[in-house]
């Protein structure tokens, strides 16, 4: 994909291989949200008709939300981000129902650091980066046994970094059995692209979205609560969102978000055939020009848009440097923690040697992934690498 101006400079030809970090607003949604800035900015809580304009908009869109998650438009809760979406769940579930939060060892940093705030329980993956069943159980039992509640398990539908995915009738079923007092969230933020969520949301009690993953605008999620609410807000004061979460709506952002989810919808099923075969030609021309490169977890245990690649003998602060250079984007998820390379916590939950994981290199695909890109890609990858290797070694 080539991407345009910025501000009336023509930026070169991008490749962009970044997509879990943010993929491109559609063009649909974009078109949708443009009245909403435009002309129709009355604050939704308004009485007068332009106001209630706008909240119409708000509450159709709230509809054709519920279409694509499977659940009631009640169940639907407009919020700011997918961050601010999992807080709401975990915070709000241990203020409501008291106890131990749960959750894997490879969530995303807006439930982790949620779950460790509130002093809770973080339980082990697989080498695919899927939460451990019986490890899961055992810390219910364990908690349970202490006689403590369990507040909320929450364990991610697709990792971000890797692309696996759980199975999330498996942990519910867990729950049920060895806690059944407790909230099942599941942050499915890297989800919508991949996953047919009306599969998803009937066996969870909360559900995170966020608009920006899928073609929406930044700035704008959803928490679905199942039957009601079940969790304490996290945002009080104007009483939006019936008292779950106050603030003025976005308008043109719930909008642009409900367009972008249903066209992610439509077009599933064939995007992941497309990206499951460009997503298999990255990492197969990478392995055939490159000894040393490793898939970071098998292709059948993840979605279409993830390649992620452990590459020997290089460390991917450097690699990411020079494909940044040659305009290419991408990413690693290692943080450089004073000035030495920490392996990302996913990697290191899944037993990935901090040796190979020095070299992780998360390269993720959406829906302007052309087979230009992957060319490109894999040109600057391999040129990059064999840069770095021939340094390493003069
Ligand atoms: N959860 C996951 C799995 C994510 O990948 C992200 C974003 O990278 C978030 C939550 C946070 O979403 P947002 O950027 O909307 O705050």
Known sequence: MTIGSVDGVNSPAITY???????????????????????????????????????????????????????HPNEVVFTGCGTESDNMAITGAVGRIGG?????????HAVLEVVE????????????????????????????????????????????????INDLPAVARIVRRHAPGALVHTDAVQAACWLDLRTVTPHVDLLSLSAHKFGGPKGVGVLVERGGPRVDPLIIGGGQERERRSGTHNTAGIVAMATA?????????????????????LVKGLQAALDGVTETVPAADKVAGAAHVCIADIESEALLYLLDEADVCASAASACASGAMEPSHVLAAMGVSRELAIGALRMSLGHTTTE?????????VVDAV?????????
């Open 17 to 71: 291989l970044d997509h879990a970090a943010s993929t491109p607003m559609r063009a649909e949604a974009v078109e949708a949200m443009m009245p909403y800035l435009r002309d129709q900015y009355a604050n939704p809580s308004g009485s007068h008709r332009f106001a209630r304009q706008a909240r119409q908009a708000i509450d159709e869109s709230r509809d054709r939300v519920a279409a694509v998650l499977g659940c």
């Open 100 to 108: 131990v939060a749960v959750c894997s060892a490879v969530e995303h």
């Open 261 to 281: 989810l249903e066209l992610t919808d439509a077009e599933r099923d064939v995007e992941r055939l497309r990206l499951t075969e460009l997503r298999d030609q």
């Open 372 to 380: 230009d890109d992957v060319h490109r890609g894999i040109e600057v």
């Open 117 to 164: 705030h509130h002093h809770g329980a973080v339980v082990g993956v697989d080498a695919a980066g899927r939460v451990d069943l019986d490890e899961l159980a055992a810390t219910l039992d364990r908690i349970v046994a202490d006689d403590r509640p369990v507040a909320i398990v929450s364990v991610m539908a697709v990792n971000n970094e890797v692309g696996s």
């Open 386 to 394: 064999t840069t770095l290797r021939r340094g390493a070694t003069t």
